[in-house]
């Protein structure tokens, strides 16, 4: 019995729902700008960033949960 196991290859690029952001990059001009969560300290933050320098344009607090959404979030 072999134990030779293949696993599949995972994506590591999970799609991500990108909303294609109209206007140019403050910093390298190019109009790549999208906007979409990320995770980083201090929780999820909702975020345009150029695709061509990853400077970001916008950031601001998105849902506490990320993609889950609380009712409480939405009682203020
Ligand atoms: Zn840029």
Redesign the pocket.
């Known amino acids: 019995m072999s134990n030779f196991v293949f696993p599949r290859p995972v994506d590591e690029t999970p799609v991500q729902s990108r909303e294609t952001v109209a206007g ?7 109009q ?2 999208q906007r979409y969560p990320v995770l980083s300290e201090g929780g999820w933050f909702m975020t345009v960033k ?6 970001s ?1 916008s950031r601001e607090p998105w849902h506490r949960l990320g993609h889950v959404s609380l009712l409480t979030d939405d009682l203020d």
């Open positions: 140019s990059c403050a910093e390298c001009g190019a790549q700008l150029c695709q061509a320098c990853l400077c344009a």
